[in-house]
């Protein structure tokens, strides 16, 4: 069996994005686009994988580790001079070697398999993955000659009128007999619109030459789209969209409204759980079974256990587990772990912290660098003050404790197992087991007060008019 490469050209800047962050590093679906081809190619078996960087290499290499080697092109003249930098590492090969760019982020796998098919039955030198397109603008162009065999590839600011009429293009990615690619790319010359060394030369070259050039069609233009541009990048993160969701709903999970639900590619998700519209699930977050995630909810890097219900919450890096729920306006932020049937309602925010099994947080509380036990009440309104201004402390709740409304619990303190806190305390002291810890002014009445304040006189003509 011959062996197989693959070259991933990433080294452009991308102009067109008009971007700080390198074209290739822009995500879709939350994994940048040379991060999405790479996963394909892996899909593919390939003996080798060389990517070709230069600007961002630092970045691209961080990112890709050693899923792949490198070969660094320190000056941009152009793709076919990218992949002659890749010489040292494969030139001396016997094999096919395929070559796709960092900017094509929608191809699957299996069309890779259908074009080193296509290309071992032709016999060919090299074979073109080509697809017909609705606009053709800014692709190279597959000119054939009178009996349909492919002569050449023209790029657009190269092309004749005619030339761009032609609705054929070349989608970026071939297939070469390896070691007349690097014969070919050695001929390749630069006297065109943009003074670059086009890999797509290679294709007339060799076809001069009388190799077999072949063309591979797809039927399906939007897998192989390029992403030069914002636009463009909008519509492949559509199409990526769509794949995923398919992909869920496929596998049992309820998308109430597709159009307006975005889940990153590597995200998991159980079956009978149902998604609500506006829901955008990001990173490496798993959901459970039998959950329902509320509407204009977002999960970024979070694990959700089964029959967990959100509702329009925010959910970063944190932990639900079985049962649990969430919202309608609350947040968990970074390291918060809910136990079992734990109960967060509206408008609380919780930070670093754990709170046990069937532990319940109502209204409108703030829980920071805190653990609480199981079994415990959260009044309205609590603050766990966990910052004097330059350190964060940590607070200790224990198993059945009740902590009143409108308490602060200023860390460091520790409420041992079944303690309780009045309502408006201010507790700056451990409350020991059993105890009631109360921190706050004693109420006194006066009789009479009332008739002395300015309010009388209009509660009195208030309740004449009343009569
Ligand atoms: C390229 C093809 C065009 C094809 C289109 C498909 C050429 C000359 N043109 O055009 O026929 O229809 O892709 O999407 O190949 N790169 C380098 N080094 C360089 C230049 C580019 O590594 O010196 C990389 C880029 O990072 C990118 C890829 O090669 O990932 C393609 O380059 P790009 O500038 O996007 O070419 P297109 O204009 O899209
Ligand atoms: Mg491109």
Redesign the pocket.
């Known amino acids: 069996m011959d062996k197989k490469f693959t070259i991933i050209?990433?080294?452009?800047h991308?102009t067109r994005m008009k971007s700080k962050l390198y074209?290739?590093l822009h995500p879709i679906a939350g994994k940048a686009m040379v991060d999405h081809v790479l996963t394909q190619v892996e899909q593919t078996n390939m003996d080798e994988i060389v990517t070709?960087v230069?600007h961002g290499a630092e970045k691209v290499e961080e990112l890709l580790g050693d899923r792949t080697k490198y070969a660094l092109?320190s000056e941009?003249?152009?793709?076919g001079?990218?992949v002659l930098q890749t010489e040292d590492l494969l030139g001396d090969e016997d094999g096919m070697t395929m070559i796709v760019?960092?900017?094509?982020p929608l191809f699957k796998a299996s069309t890779f398999e259908e074009l080193f098919d296509y290309h071992r039955q032709k016999g060919a030198a090299a074979t073109i993955l080509t697809a017909n397109a609705d606009d053709p603008f800014?692709?190279?162009r597959i000119i054939r000659n009178n009996v349909g065999v492919v002569s050449k590839?023209v790029?657009q600011k190269d092309a004749t009128r005619e030339e761009a009429e032609i609705t054929e293009?070349?989608?970026?990615v071939y297939c070469f007999d390896n070691k007349k690619l690097f014969a070919a790319l050695h001929q390749v010359k630069n006297d065109n619109a943009q003074g670059?060394y086009?890999?797509?030369d290679v294709i007339g070259i060799m076809k001069d030459q009388g190799e077999i050039v072949a063309a591979y069609q797809m039927k399906d233009f939007s897998e192989s789209m390029?992403v030069?541009d914002r636009r463009a990048l909008a519509v492949a993160t559509d199409v990526m969209k769509k794949r995923i969701n398919e992909m869920h709903m496929v596998n049992g999970v309820t998308i109430v409204d597709p159009s307006s639900t975005y889940i990153d590619c590597d995200v998991k998700i159980g079956s009978d759980t149902v998604i609500e519209p506006g829901v955008q699930l990001q990173g490496n977050t798993v959901i459970g079974g039998d959950v329902v995630v509320g509407a204009h909810s977002k999960i970024v890097d979070s694990t959700i256990g089964n029959r967990v219900v959100i509702t329009s919450s925010t959910i970063e890096e944190s932990i639900m587990h079985d049962d649990s729920n969430i919202g309608p306006n609350s947040h968990l932020r970074p390291k918060s772990e809910l136990g079992e049937f734990v109960h967060v309602g509206n408008f609380c925010e919780v930070k670093n912290a754990t709170l046990g099994a069937r532990t319940k947080m109502g209204h409108l509380s703030y829980v920071g660098d805190a653990t609480l036990g199981t079994d415990i009440n959260i009044g309205c309104g609590v603050v766990f003050v966990n910052y004097d201004g330059i350190n964060k402390h940590h607070s200790t709740v224990g198993n059945y404790s009740f902590v009143g409304s409108n308490a602060n619990i200023v860390a460091p303190v520790t409420l041992e197992d079944h303690s309780y806190v009045a309502a408006g305390s201010t507790i700056t002291n451990d409350v020991k087991e059993f105890e009631m810890g109360i921190a706050r002014g004693r109420q006194v009445n006066k009789a009479d007060y009332f008739k002395k304040l300015p309010v009388y006189e209009a509660a009195k003509k208030a309740e004449e008019e009343n009569k």
């Open positions: 050209l990433a080294a452009g991308g074209k290739v070709v230069g092109q941009q003249l152009g793709t001079h990218a760019s960092g900017d094509t800014s692709y190279g590839i790029e293009i070349n989608t970026g670059e086009y890999l797509p390029g030069n």
